[in-house]
């Protein structure tokens, strides 16, 4: 027997694909939606087969001339409008998102409003797309640059921010004048429904966005990417999955922007205020429930303050209330599956079997869901598969250090760089460390770096190009380039 959705969360959520502004039920059955705070299935959704993807990029395709037509301004008041409905439901839309999710009702809470705040800032952003005029050193004529949309955008989110990640896409794109097809992750298609929902009730036209949960990512994604039409690939999720989305959209020369995955450091120097570092180590740690790409991963602690910003964390953590998300007073829900909590306890396990010492958690707790206790872990030895590896768990590894050169030669030894976070007494020689960090995004004196008005995005194996800020919206633009002579 699946839940009654609508009496939980107080809206009633779509099940089925969008699909051209109809809800259809697909042509290959349904796939459940579990709940990880008890391992029940709470609904079922369609489950697309990629003739249903087919069938969404010639609605979106079909879309895309009126509204790559329509007054820019048009667009941004659809976007503005989708902000304000979001924010009226956001007590419905966090609820919705803790069941499929499990994340703690003010985790859920907060990314409801981040969420929104894409569809404003890209209001706002639709009406400032540019270009240049300059003349040509020859002076023989004008070099005239203009943007247009790139066309239909084909995006693929993943579960740990099941709203933000799709309106962090779909804000942009709509701005810009695209259409879109959504491939929301399988865990947690519900909230992508919702918002889908949203911006038909916001006046987005039939087939502009469209939205296509699936058990089947693989053969789905092959067929769009293989159609024509599909002019841009935006994906984020883990850059194994990432890499090969880019191999296979090499084939076409596909537009890809990549958001992948996180090893973020977090450097306390020796003269950082560590009441100020531990609350930004719990931000960067427990936001989520460590279930970020910019979670912390790795605390590299100066000797000096490391005994004191351990306890002091280990403390906070601790005192942490877990349980099943939306229940009274719970910090921390449980992990979104099973396989994710086997890979952090396997990564616990093989640290403390290195010599890492537990400071507090360094177990599951005995109970249905997919819990994992907050946990800290200290002189974790160098080498370590927890300092190599995403977490993506409440587990807080530290590692002394005594130079901070040998610290931000520690806190740069890796393939990813997404964001580094650091902490220090003076602004001068933090800035002087920022620079020398290999991170597309540098946290000085902040546990939190998101912002829907900065470019979010990473170096390395993190990804290509940025998300949100204007940055966010020239992912969605050509640059076309006009010779004028007159
Ligand atoms: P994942 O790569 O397993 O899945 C992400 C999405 O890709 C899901 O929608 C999934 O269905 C889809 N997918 C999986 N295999 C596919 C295939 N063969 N073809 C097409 N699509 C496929 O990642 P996840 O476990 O859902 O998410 C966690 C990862 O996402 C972490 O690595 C995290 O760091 C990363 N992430 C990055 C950012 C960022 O902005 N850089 C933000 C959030 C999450």
Redesign the pocket.
Known sequence: MTADLASITGIETPTRLLIGGQWSSGRSGTLPVVDPATEDVLTEVADASPEDGLEAVEAAAGALPAWSATPPRQRGECLRKAWELMVQRSEQLARLMVLENGKALRDARGEVLYAAEFFRWYAEEAVRIDGHLSVAPSGANRIMVLRQPVGVSYM??????PAA?AT?KIGPALAAGCTVVL?????TPLSALAVAQILAEAGVPDGVVNVLP?MK??P???ALLADPRVRKLS????????R??LK?AADYVTNCS?????NAPFLVLDDADVDAAVDGAFLAKMRNGG????AANRFYVHEKVASEFSAKLTQRLAALKVGPGLEDGVDLGPL?NAD?RSKVAELVDSATGAGARVLTGGQAPERAGYYYLPTVLDSVPAGAGILSE?I?GPVAPIVRFTDTDQAIALANNTEYG?VSYLYSGDLRRALQVAERLEAGMVGINRGVVSDPAAP???VKQ??LGR?GAHEGLLEYTETKYIAVDW
């Open positions: 693929i989110t993943p579960w740990n921010f990640m962090r491939k929301p992750a399988k865990e699936t990512p693989g789905l994604t092959q994906f984020t999720g883990s850059t194994e999955v990432g090969m989305l296979q990549m958001e992948l995955g996180g279930e970020a790409c910019t979104v994710t995403e993506f997404l979010f995005g990473g993190s990804g998300e």
